[in-house]
């Protein structure tokens, strides 16, 4: 698993974040797990929780099977 391809995923994911006044931002990955921050309007929202695991967790195990979890900090 190497950063650089989660982050091409997350590009992707933030074209839509970007759109509602949002963004997200790789902290870390650590035993297969990625560390995001949801920002702007994202990171207030209270549909945070239902976008992290259902569209941010979700295309990341989809593109990248070793992902086992997302969470946010």
């Known amino acids: 698993m190497v ?12 074209v839509g974040l970007k759109r509602d006044g949002g963004d997200i931002e790789l902290i870390d990955i650590k035993d297969n797990v990625v560390y995001v921050k949801l920002k702007g309007a994202c990171g ?10 259902n569209w941010v967790e979700a295309n ?5 099977p ?3 979890a997302v969470q946010a900090v």
């Open 3 to 14: 950063k650089e391809e989660v982050e091409k995923v997350l590009d992707n994911i933030r």
């Open 44 to 53: 207030t929202c209270p549909m945070s929780t239902f976008t992290l695991k």
């Open 60 to 64: 990341l195990k989809r593109e990248i």
């Open 66 to 68: 070793e992902i086992n």
